[in-house]
């Protein structure tokens, strides 16, 4: 053998490894151009970003303290030292509305992680072992998904009591089943695959293919199942602290900030109580669909 070729041969690993690395490389990058194309997802992943800032650094940011009540400044019109306004009780609405972005954010994520984990658990052994499991699991996910969501989370809040914990595992025990349908429906296609079929015949246990070969595989459209259901989240927690289920003053929320501006009086005279509060719920709740649309278009195979 010439040293032409020796050399060759010798440079033969790097080259494939080089391969393998630009191809998963590739792929990234075409998921990223192909997210940056869709100009609202970047739009509300700037939006959503500015918003996870401000809850992280709100002790930092925030120019007031948040429940500090001053009687020199009931009601007071947006100016030069509360740039927002103040509310009934000389609050900077400000400083609210920095804090609470960490409520309405920390419910948003904290329910959706957790329902994500059991539609995705429960999905896959539905998917999988099908039969009477099948039907048990579903059956159950069928007979919450029959009930209003809004009603079904205020009584379990009621009953449970509404703290902040509270709300996020009601909500995460009560929106599970959207979820479990997305992956038992892939899980259905997937588990008569080749690649499933080779991991029976090696030996390995029903559990560890679920968990190691077909989940990882129904990721994509549950990581956009998710992140609507961030927006949902949100707005179930202004929802139930509206109505006073939710977070409880002094602690604000978005929604019970608007809880104190129902009356005519505020409605009228005094927009800046509820007009920065609602901004901030369309805002986020706009943005996180935008996100989740760029998501579920970038992740498309069809999508060129």
Same mark, same amino acid.
């Given at each position: ?39 609202? !997802? ?17 002790d930092f940011i925030a120019p007031f303290e948040p429940n500090k009540i001053d009687p020199a400044a009931f ?13 009934? =009780?000389?609050?900077?609405v400000l400083s609210r509305i920095i804090h609470a972005s960490r409520v309405s954010l920390t419910v948003g &994520?904290?329910?959706? +992680?957790? %329902? ?8 896959? +052994? *539905?998917? %999988? ?18 009930? @209003? ?20 595992? &009601? ?7 959207? &979820? ?42 549950? +990581? ?13 927690? *202004? !929802? ?14 978005? !929604? ?19 007009? %920065? @509060? ?12 935008? +996100?989740?649309? !760029? =998501? ?9």
């Amino acid at each position: 053998m010439s040293e032409t070729q020796r050399t060759v041969k010798a440079n033969d690993d790097p080259i494939i490894i080089n391969n393998k690395k630009a191809k998963s490389t590739s792929e990234w990058k075409l998921f990223f151009l192909k997210f940056k194309r869709h100009k609202l !997802g970047v739009i509300g992943c700037f939006i959503m970003l500015v918003f996870i800032l401000m809850a992280i650094f709100a002790d930092f940011i925030a120019p007031f303290e948040p429940n500090k009540i001053d009687p020199a400044a009931f009601e007071q019109p947006p100016s030069k030292e509360h740039l927002l306004g103040t509310d009934s =009780l000389g609050r900077d609405v400000l400083s609210r509305i920095i804090h609470a972005s960490r409520v309405s954010l920390t419910v948003g &994520v904290a329910a959706v +992680i957790m %329902y994500l984990g059991i539609g995705i658990v429960l999905g896959a +052994i *539905a998917g %999988y072992f099908r039969g009477f499991i099948d039907t048990l699991i579903m059956r159950f996910a069928d007979a919450l998904i029959s009930f @209003p969501v809004l009603p079904l989370v205020i009584v379990a809040v009621a009953i449970a009591g509404n703290s902040i914990w509270n709300i996020i595992l &009601v909500i995460g025990l009560v929106m599970w089943p959207e &979820v479990a349908r997305i992956v038992r429906g892939q899980i259905l296609s997937l588990r008569e695959q080749e690649f499933v079929e080779a991991a029976r015949s090696l030996g390995e246990k029903p559990l560890s293919i679920i968990f190691t070969q077909l989940i990882p595989n129904v990721l994509a459209p549950v +990581i956009v199942a998710g992140t609507f259901g961030i927006a949902n989240a949100i707005l179930l927690e *202004a !929802g139930l602290s509206f109505l006073g289920l939710g977070v409880q003053p002094p602690d604000a929320s978005w !929604g019970n900030m608007l809880m104190d501006a129902q009356s005519i009086t505020v409605l009228t005279n005094m927009p800046w109580l509820w007009f %920065y @509060p609602s901004l901030c719920i369309i805002l986020a709740v706009i943005s996180i669909n935008f +996100i989740g649309d !760029g =998501l579920r278009d970038a992740m498309d195979p069809r999508q060129k």
